[in-house]
T-cell receptor, first 116, second 110 residues
Framework: DAGVTQSPTHLIKTRGQQVTLRCSPKSGHDTVSWYQQALGQGPQFIFQYYEEEERQRGNFPDRFSGHQFPNYSSELNVNALLLGDSALYLC???????????????FGNGTRLTVT | GQNIDQPTEMTATEGAIVQINCTYQ??????LFWYQQHAGEAPTFLSYNVLDGLEEKGRFSSFLSRSKGYSYLLLKELQMKDSASYLCAVRDQAGTALIFGKGTTLSVSS
């Protein structure tokens, strides 16, 4: 049973560039959440996708956008990269009902993004 | 505002018991989670409390007091492999987002 898979594992970009990160949820899960984890910090919620729509968004600028596909996989896009965007980006999948998440989050191993 | 506090670092020896505390002040509450994260790896789910009291799962137990905004994770019979960061997280009122603390780095020595 495949867990949450993310690609790429590592990425180096230059300030001002754009990046796309990808996530495939655990089998049977329909909800994907994205988190940013800076070094020595806990993960910070970026947004969550359910039924191909953004269900909730954290305190992140519009440079951060996402998408969920009919097969439940998801992408995170970050435009106009800043040095401060360097972090581990974690994707987490779960199962939802219409009113909220009903299972614990299962995390992928993350994408380590370095902006120079 | 949202605030979750936990100690930054703790140390313990093999075979001992350690308690990691977490206090929270959040605008909503829909359950409290504990995750374990080894360096360079994904956080893995340890426990979930939504009602007051103790939940036991093998060597790990978690306690919740909603009136005090307080939880702890208890690890018994510590092993070297328990050296990791332990993350306390509160699920928000909407039941979607997890709000994480900064994590407690536990070092277990022999």
């Amino acid at each position: 049973d495949a867990g949450v898979t993310q690609s790429p594992t590592h990425l180096i970009k230059t300030r001002g560039q754009q990046v796309t990160l990808r996530c495939s949820p655990k089998s049977g899960h329909d909800t994907v959440s994205w988190y940013q984890q800076a070094l020595g910090q806990g993960p910070q919620f970026i947004f969550q996708y359910y039924e191909e729509e953004e269900r909730q968004r954290g305190n992140f600028p519009d440079r951060f956008s996402g998408h969920q596909f009919p097969n439940y996989s998801s992408e995170l896009n970050v435009n106009a990269l800043l040095l401060g965007d360097s972090a581990l980006y974690l994707c987490a999948s779960s199962l939802s009902t219409g009113t909220g998440v009903v299972s614990p989050l299962h995390f992928g191993n993350g994408t380590r993004l370095t902006v120079t | 505002g949202q605030n979750i506090d936990q100690p930054t670092e703790m140390t313990a020896t093999e075979g001992a018991i350690v308690q990691i505390n977490c206090t929270y002040q959040t605008s909503g509450f829909n359950g409290l989670f504990w995750y374990q994260q080894h360096a360079g790896e994904a956080p893995t789910f340890l426990s979930y409390n939504v009602l007051d009291g103790l939940e036991e799962k093998g060597r790990f137990s978690s306690f919740l007091s909603r009136s005090k905004g307080y939880s702890y994770l208890l690890l018994k019979e510590l092993q070297m492999k328990d050296s990791a960061s332990y993350l306390c997280a509160v699920r928000d009122q909407a039941g979607t987002a997890l709000i994480f603390g900064k994590g407690t780095t536990l070092s277990v020595s022999s």
